[in-house]
């Protein structure tokens, strides 16, 4: 149980950088992985990039290079880096956060998505 606040969507020229928040708070202790999903029209939810308790990382094929997860457990927040961001990177971007309460339980919480328009 939590909640997932993401930021820092808006519109951005080919080319470009956007950088990319979500805040957890709530029934949360622990966050054991955070990653970053995306949706466009017409096509399925996919995996971005996604980060692991030890700072373990993968990314999609598709922004391998240009993209950059990174964490701060501290601040229960999770950061997406696109660089070099491409027509085909438009979509509504979701922060995914899986945690531990205090009492050990495994949740799973999902942002309401926030939208980048790659576009001249």
């Known amino acids: 149980q939590g909640q997932l606040v993401e930021s820092g969507g808006g519109l951005v020229q080919p080319g470009g950088s956007r950088r990319l928040s979500c805040a957890a708070s709530g029934s949360i202790f622990r966050i054991t992985y955070m990653g970053w999903y995306r949706q466009a029209p017409g096509k399925q939810r996919e995996l971005v990039a996604g980060?692991?308790?030890?700072?373990?990382?993968n990314y999609a094929d598709s922004v391998k290079g240009r993209f950059t997860i990174s964490r701060d457990n501290a601040k229960n927040t999770v950061i997406l880096q696109m660089n070099s961001l491409k027509p085909e990177d438009a979509a509504v971007y979701y922060c995914y956060v899986e945690s531990r309460t205090s009492s050990g339980r495994t949740t799973h919480d999902w942002g309401q998505g926030t939208q980048v328009t790659v576009s001249s």
């Open positions: 980060i692991a308790s030890g700072d373990y990382t």
